[in-house]
């Protein structure tokens, strides 16, 4: 059987939709975020592997556990993670749950509704932004923010790649009563352009998600890391962007991820945005009445 190294596919941090541990970042905090998404890019990619049967991918993701827990050496990305978590003191907690998405991504095909897909969002998504933030000893009253808006871009991600999926991996975020509401079917994301009622229930989805990013929205202010905040605001506002594609755009038959250029100017907005809304904390930090 292959290892995990084995079974990369050679995708990057900087091939993902949105930054990871950007330059914002401080570099005293990037070598445990890039270990974290090292070892995270790894176990989706074993989840994802055409090749792999399903017990092998669990046998693997098991394999990359071991290593997270001690139990192991032999793979350098759970060897990696695991020496950065120690040099912080922090649990192995994020990264398990992520295993759990994976496997998850191994044996359940379908959701049911919105609270399934929301549930697997808690394990596939939210702790990625709970990792960062603990890395950057942010208070856990963050967490609301960061679990919505690390669930609204797990659910951009599979309603811009719903067709592949389905096509490649028999794999379907699409909850079953979206479908059923809208008189869509699931048969109908193999179409190389969506038929009306499935566009009808992509957009759908797309709005529901757009009220996710409508809670995340204050997260930066909250965050006490300045770079942190200003890496949150630039996330949010290519999400905003993207949820605007997938509102008038068919994923099955049109663009809907963001060039490098759409990345830069969106992105530049974030930053304007995170900029204004630091300076609008500062000052209304300068001017709360002082106890006498």
């Not at 290519?238 to 490098?260: C, F, K, W, Y």
């Amino acid at each position: 059987m292959i290892t995990p190294v084995e079974a990369r596919s050679g995708k990057g941090h900087r091939d993902e939709n949105f930054p990871v541990a950007s330059r914002l970042i401080d570099p005293r905090h990037r070598a445990p975020i890039l270990a974290f998404y090292e070892f995270v890019r790894t176990a989706d990619d074993i989840a994802d592997h055409s090749s792999l049967d399903p017990q092998k991918k669990l046998a693997l993701l098991d394999r990359l556990e071991a290593g997270l827990l001690g139990d192991s050496d032999a793979d350098p990305v759970a060897l990696a993670l695991r020496s950065q978590l120690a040099l912080r003191q922090l649990s192995p907690r994020h990264a398990q749950d992520l295993l759990t998405a994976f496997r998850m991504d191994v044996t359940k095909l379908r959701y049911r509704d919105w609270e399934d897909l929301i549930g697997y969002c808690t394990y596939s998504a939210m702790p990625v932004g709970r990792f960062v933030l603990d890395v950057h000893g942010e208070s856990h009253a963050t967490w609301p923010f960061n679990d919505a808006l690390c669930a609204a871009l797990q659910i951009i991600n599979h309603l811009q790649d719903c067709g592949t999926d389905y096509r490649k991996l028999d794999r379907v975020y699409i909850p079953l009563d979206a479908f059923a509401a809208g008189g869509a079917h699931v048969e109908m994301l193999r179409a190389d352009r969506a038929p009306a009622p499935l566009l009808a229930c992509i957009r759908a989805l797309a709005e529901r998600t757009g009220q996710l990013l409508s809670e995340s929205w204050p997260f930066s202010s909250h965050i006490e890391d300045a770079r942190l905040a200003l890496e949150v605001s630039v996330i949010q506002a290519l999400a905003e962007r993207l949820i605007g594609l997938l509102r008038s755009r068919d994923p099955l038959s049109q663009r809907v991820h963001l060039g490098t250029a759409g990345v830069a100017g969106f992105g530049l907005l974030g930053l304007i945005s995170g900029v204004t809304r630091r300076i609008g904390r500062v000052f209304a930090a300068g001017h709360e009445p002082q106890d006498a």
